[in-house]
């Protein structure tokens, strides 16, 4: 329950802060902006830039694996080969106290199954619907632009307020090594350090994980900080050990394909299932808007309607048409599909 448990505090944004200068694309054979942001440099810059990843010649053509079929959902199920993989990523809910399963003001109740509304999601326990909710601050009309990757614990802290806030962000991936994004970050922000964020709807650019967490309290929630994520020290440390059974994994490049445009995942940081998919799609580099969906988001009644069925993580694929649930199965398309 610790993304619910807040306490009133909005201390003011600390630097660095910029403004990200608006700039025009131009038409070209990739679809995609690419900018670019963060981690282990102290040279600085005045000024932030959008980098446009320039066409290149030789591209494989992205397709899905010869015969590939998406599978059935499985609610609650673990491939057996997938058992200690999903023990490991659950270490998160031990030392993060939960933070990134509820949404900002979640609340429960209680509805006999017969007066449940049919085309609403809800969870099934005993002839009852688990119906949730949440108060949420005000929605940005574009997704936040995140560069990170999955192994840091700066990252992580940010990759929680998002669940914490249900926002919607557009992830860069910059994993260590990583040719696209990772080589440009000094360019766009002056100096490479993780997490970076970019918010388009405002202009703001900035470093540093606390005041990232800040700005986007103060800007998309209620202005407090989660006690869980306010604790200082303790929450990088807590944040680092939650990431012990999965150490190194999400953050080396694996040599890939560059997707036209980015893919699509419902997820949410606390998910053990979410997590092994955003290892991959880190260590491949793929661009992915993320539509976080906790406990008590919207978006889950969203995903619901769309596809007839709520389990996350679920991959839309634009670049294959292809789209589907259950984490093992996307792991292996992710790599198939966009590996070298």
Known sequence: MAGVLNFK?????????????KTKTSSSNRVSVIRSSTEISDTASTSSTSIKEEPKSGVSAITPPPNFKPPEPKRFAVRPDK???????????????????FVS?????????NEFPSGQYGLEVSGYIVKESSKLGPRPEKPIEIYEFEGCPFCRKVREIVAVLDLDVLFYP???NGPTFRPKVGQMGGKQMFPYMVDPNTGVAMYESDD??????????????????????LTTLTAGFAMIGRMGKGSIYTKA??????????????????KLVREVLVEL???????????????????????????????????TGVKMFESAEIVEYLRATYAL
């Open 105 to 113: 003001g979640y609340s429960v109740s209680f509805v006999p199954k």
């Open 174 to 176: 910059c994993p260590r």
């Open 83 to 101: 058992v200690a993989d999903v023990i490991t990523a659950s270490l998160n809910l031990l030392f993060r106290f939960g933070t990134g399963v």
């Open 285 to 319: 580099e793929l661009p992915h808007i993320l539509h976080s969906c906790a406990r008590g988001s919207p978006k889950r009644q969203e995903l619901f309607e769309r596809v007839g069925h709520f389990q996350a993580p679920y991959l839309e694929d634009p670049n």
């Open 212 to 233: 990232i967490i800040k700005y986007l309290v103060q800007k998309y929630g209620d202005g407090s900080v989660p006690l869980s994520l306010s604790l200082g020290l």
């Open 257 to 274: 394909k560059m997707p036209a445009q980015p893919l699509e995942v419902w997820a949410y940081e606390a998910s053990p299932f979410s």
């Open 9 to 21: 505090s909005t201390p003011p944004i600390s630097m660095p802060i910029r403004r990200h200068p």
